[in-house]
């Protein structure tokens, strides 16, 4: 394992491996029943975050902002937030309104709170018709998307939590930002055992749904409000995490506030998460696994022998958010790959240790905590792996030096379906064999001076 990563000699980003932390916040508040993202800060920052989840999910999404203007940035920006609260609640009707402080409102040091307060103090009228606000405080310059995201899961649950909730026989599943058939797939699998489960948040329909007849302005689906209030009263609450601090994590806020039994595990991307996974859903059910799961794993165990030989031994390099980067480097490493690197955007506390727990022998392997893709380029040529692994942003750096890429995590632009890549369980594993190995074949092929047809 390497040391600490040396001190590049500039103080400007190239071609960041993370985005900015409010826009994890706007995609976990679109995961609850009828929410809406409020950005606290600039026009600018609203439409790109917009334009840039829109690009992988292909959903439209919607961002309200308090769209500050040189007299905000100056003097504050308290009357723009509660005219924008004010419109938004005209205009939408949400029932919550996820507010997210942005670079500008922070810096400027705009107290959210004490606004939140006065507008609450100030409504008249039916209280049943006014929104839940919730706020998280999300300046990316102390943090990443994943931060935004994490903090803003926390700060609703901390919101809705009812503090006289009785016990129930719910699980409560807090998954992290994984794509919307992951989502999709943690339901199936909690339905399996037999349990009640919930997961927040879920943006499976709402940035993922069927097509409509008549327009939504607000898109159907999300973790039922009715289901947060009960939160606190859940026989488990499951975070799903290999690196992220219990400070930014839900799981940990109800078992410091309601005494809610709580686990933390890995995501299942690979054989032996998987395994885990569901063991824990046996020991919550007291059910045997499904027959249908262990056929899955038998099938992926046999394509894995089938495969070893196109993979065993391959150099590959894996960039992304911490978490993913740590659970595709343990997937790579079940599958017996050659990892030369492992790096992530977002400066993450204990990411370096997280590796070498991952990794029987560590020596050989680069590991860049907080870095930019200017970086993890110079670390590439150095290491010379022949397969690159992650998000869409790492394109220009696999054409340049003209390496096969494996798309996998977020965010992921210049493919269809980015948004349903399936990650998790044996299913997920499957397909990410199966998609690793021929990447590998079409790169042999599309190089050969020969033209092979069988390989």
């Known amino acids: ?191 399996a055992f037999g349990l009640h489960g919930i997961l927040a948040p879920d943006y499976s329909e709402t940035m993922d749904g069927p097509a409509w007849e008549d327009y939504h302005r607000i898109a159907p689906g999300g973790t039922p409000l009715t289901e947060l209030e009960l939160l606190p009263g859940a026989r488990a609450a499951i975070d799903f995490t290999h690196v992220v601090e219990d400070k930014h994590l839900a799981g940990a806020w109800l078992r410091d506030n309601a005494n809610t039994p ?20 046996s020991s919550l059910s007291g059910q045997e696994v499904p027959e249908a799961y262990s056929d899955a794993r038998g099938r992926l165990i046999d394509a894995l022998v089938d495969g070893h030989k196109y993979l065993s031994r391959v150099p590959v390099a894996v960039y992304g958010e911490a978490d993913h980067a740590l659970g595709m480097t343990a997937y790579l490493s079940e599958l017996g790959m050659d990892i030369r690197l492992v790096a992530t955007g977002g400066r993450t506390p204990g990411f370096e240790d997280a590796v070498g727990r991952i990794l029987p022998e560590t020596e050989h392997v680069r590991i860049l905590n907080g870095v930019d893709f200017r970086d993890i380029e110079a670390a590439v040529e150095a290491c010379k792996p022949t397969l690159l692994v992650g998000n869409s942003k790492g394109y220009t750096l696999s054409r340049r030096l003209e390496l096969p890429m494996v798309r996998t995590g977020f965010p992921i632009h210049d493919r269809f379906g980015g948004q349903r890549f399936l990650h998790l369980g044996y299913a997920g594993a499957q397909r990410l064999l199966d998609t690793l190995v021929n990447t590998l074949l079409t790169h042999k092929q599309d190089t050969s001076t020969t033209g092979w047809t069988y390989l």
Not at 37 to 63: M, N, V
Not at 175 to 183: A, F, H, V, Y
Not at 262 to 281: C, F, K
Request: proline share 7%; with cysteine; glycine share 8%.
């Open 1 to 191: 394992m390497t040391g600490p990563n040396p001190k590049p000699n500039y103080a400007s980003s190239c071609n960041a491996c993370r985005q900015c932390t409010p826009l994890g916040a706007c995609l976990a508040f679109k995961g609850f029943e009828g929410a809406v993202p409020f950005l606290h800060g600039s026009q600018g920052c609203a439409t790109y975050i917009r334009r840039y989840l829109i690009s992988h999910f292909r959903e439209p999404i919607d961002i309200a902002s308090s769209s500050f203007s040189e007299d905000s940035a100056i003097f504050g920006g308290e009357r723009n937030f509660r005219t924008g609260i004010g419109n938004l609640t005209k205009q939408y009707h949400p029932k919550v309104i996820g507010i997210a402080t942005t670079c500008l409102s922070e810096t400027i040091g705009d107290d959210v709170p004490a606004f939140l307060k006065r507008i609450q103090k100030d409504v008249s009228g039916d209280l049943e018709d006014q929104p839940r606000l919730v706020h998280v405080s999300t300046p990316s310059y102390t943090g990443s998307h994943i931060d935004g995201f994490h903090d803003a899961v926390r700060a609703t649950v901390a919101t809705f939590a009812r503090s006289d909730c009785p016990a129930t026989n719910r699980v409560v599943l807090f998954p992290g930002m994984i794509s919307t058939e992951d989502l999709r797939s943690l339901k199936h699998d909690v339905k």
């Open 262 to 281: 709580r686990h933390i595990l890995p995501a299942p991307i690979g054989v032996t998460a998987t395994d885990r996974w569901l063991d824990l859903l």
